[in-house]
């Protein structure tokens, strides 16, 4: 069977969790910091290195059948892929940012100004939106300091903690769009038994990623309530303890919904509550 190709950013804020994905799949492979491009030795698959902006190209052009990129990215490049799974990592905002004293104060604001950005296309589209007439200047690299060197009034920027606005005297300003890390294919590649193999591990892992495999103690006259609580991937798992009466229910639970219901839990009988990390959920 022909292997199918991947594309990750070689280097730069996926790169690490884009490997560590593909690892957590099964994945076999090496020398990924040194080479352009290594073969997976347990799996029919091929991964490519490349810049971030080139890899919604590469798969609209098929050079590589999948690729790992930014929302934004495929976005501002306008490639004509498929979205085959939101990935829940390198989450970040497109922002528009003003410097702290600035006379800008809401959008129409921006009527006439000029605003620096790596992503045009996107900040055309939310601009047109608003129906804001604005001066764009598309700059590669350091945004942030455009407008103290007076190059712009304001920027277009990824943000994810804000720290490089504030050490650049800029403040954010207004939300453009939300991005995290997408899977994506080339059109025509959804039958493929490769990628449905593949795609099958991505989503245990991610499932995984956002449960929790939980135990705990209970008398037997409050299960009911505990089984109610707790509903597990299908139902809760219980099995009789050696003190007479009591039982440990064994199930999975998102953590975010653990952590609301762990009062209630044990006031509802729950004792001895242990949570543990989950490798893989395959439904």
């Avoid at 493929?192 to 956002?210: F, G």
Wanted: net charge negative; proline share 3%; charged share 25%.
């Amino acid at each position: 069977m022909k292997n199918l190709k991947i594309a990750i950013q070689k280097s730069g804020r996926l790169n690490e969790k884009s490997v560590q994905l593909l690892k957590n799949c099964g994945l076999d492979f090496e020398n990924y910091k040194s080479s352009l491009i290594t073969t997976v030795s347990n799996f029919n698959l091929e991964i490519l290195f490349l810049r971030d902006d080139d890899i919604p190209g590469y798969v609209d052009q098929g050079i590589a059948d999948l690729g790992i990129v930014g929302e934004n990215v495929i976005d501002e490049t306008q490639a004509d892929v498929e979205y085959l799974q939101r990935l829940g990592f390198g989450k970040c905002t497109l922002k528009l940012a003003i410097a702290k004293d600035s006379s800008i104060k809401d959008l129409q604001d921006l009527n006439g100004k000029s605003i620096a950005t790596s992503y045009p296309v996107i900040l055309k589209s939310f601009l047109d939106e608003y129906k804001i007439k604005a001066d764009i200047q598309t700059i590669s690299g350091s945004v942030e300091i455009a407008p103290g060197l007076g190059l712009s009034d304001a920027i277009c920027d990824i943000v994810s903690t804000g720290g490089t606005l504030k050490s650049n005297g800029l403040k954010p300003f207004a939300d453009v769009r939300q991005s995290e890390a997408i899977l994506i294919g080339r059109k025509g590649l959804e039958d493929n038994e490769i990628l449905a193999e593949l795609l099958q591990r991505i989503q245990s892992v991610l499932r995984a990623k956002e449960t929790k495999y939980v135990v705990l103690n209970v008398e037997k006259a409050n299960l009911p309530k505990i089984t109610e609580l707790l509903h597990g991937v299908k139902s809760p798992t219980v099995v009789p303890l050696a003190e007479e009466g009591w039982v440990a229910v064994h199930t999975v639970i998102s953590e975010d919904d653990f952590w609301g219901k762990i009062n209630v839990l044990k006031s509802a009988g729950a004792q001895g509550i242990v949570v543990m990390p989950i490798e893989k959920i395959i439904l």
